[in-house]
């Protein structure tokens, strides 16, 4: 397994490992930032992504002939930066998709969400407390990007992680690669994959791929009143 870079249906060998591969397979504005900004009030999408273009052959898997082993990416979310002063209660994540393939009619995505008691990914994985988990069937697709309902609350002040998690798809024929871009990012994006020799949460520019800056949203309730009367 190895690292390589996906373009239209081929890999390319990147970094060598033991067999594994990792393989690569609009803009928001708001006064806040980080938010994307909503017309239902107390509801708030947060992201470090400056872009939503999801770009072929920009990221990476941990696989061997594009069926990927067990691959996380990351991001993590320090509430307050983002303006939230109180709890913050999650009720989806969105994440681009590169592209998604499979033998069946569809495969298994799951995302987690944490609060972290460091600034992540120092403690990995003790400083983690799981406090929201969603499993979703994904149907074969290209430069989409994924709603996944999961609902948790992150108190007060608190770190906001995110895990998006694909299992091992090599006996399933599944392959998996998580939408992203190079347009900027205002934290950064992590990947584990043991396969592949990364057991703790690595930035992706410090695996030698600057530029995948995966597309990730968070959308929550701040827990901000409604407004009263007309």
């Known amino acids: ?85 109180g709890p913050y209660t999650v009720t989806d994540v969105s994440i681009g998709v590169e592209q998604a393939t499979s033998t069946s009619a569809s495969q298994q995505v799951t995302c987690n969400l944490y609060t972290s008691s460091q600034v992540f990914p120092a403690g990995f994985p003790g400083s983690l407390t799981l406090i929201g988990t969603s499993t979703v069937d994904v149907t074969p697709q290209t430069l989409t990007i994924l709603n996944i309902p999961v609902s948790g609350l992150a108190p007060a002040g608190s770190e906001l992680v995110v895990e998006i998690f694909t299992p091992d798809g090599q006996t399933l024929g599944n392959g998996f690669f998580i939408g992203s871009n190079s347009l900027g990012e205002t934290g950064p994006s992590y990947i584990s994959a043991t396969d592949c020799g990364i057991s703790t949460p690595t930035a992706t520019s410090a695996i030698g791929f600057p530029q995948m800056q995966i597309v990730m949203n968070v959308t929550g309730n701040d827990g901000a009143p409604c407004p009263v009367g007309p």
């Open 1 to 85: 397994f190895v690292l390589v870079v996906f373009t239209s249906g081929f890999a390319q060998d990147s970094k060598s490992g033991d067999g594994n591969n990792f393989s690569t397979s609009g803009k928001f504005d708001s006064k806040t930032t980080g938010q994307i900004p909503f017309t239902t009030e107390g509801i708030v999408t947060i992201t470090h992504s400056t872009s939503q273009t999801i770009v072929t052959g920009n990221s990476v898997s941990c696989n061997a002939g594009g069926l990927h082993t067990n691959n996380s990416y990351w991001r993590a979310f320090n509430l307050p930066s983002f303006g939230i002063s």
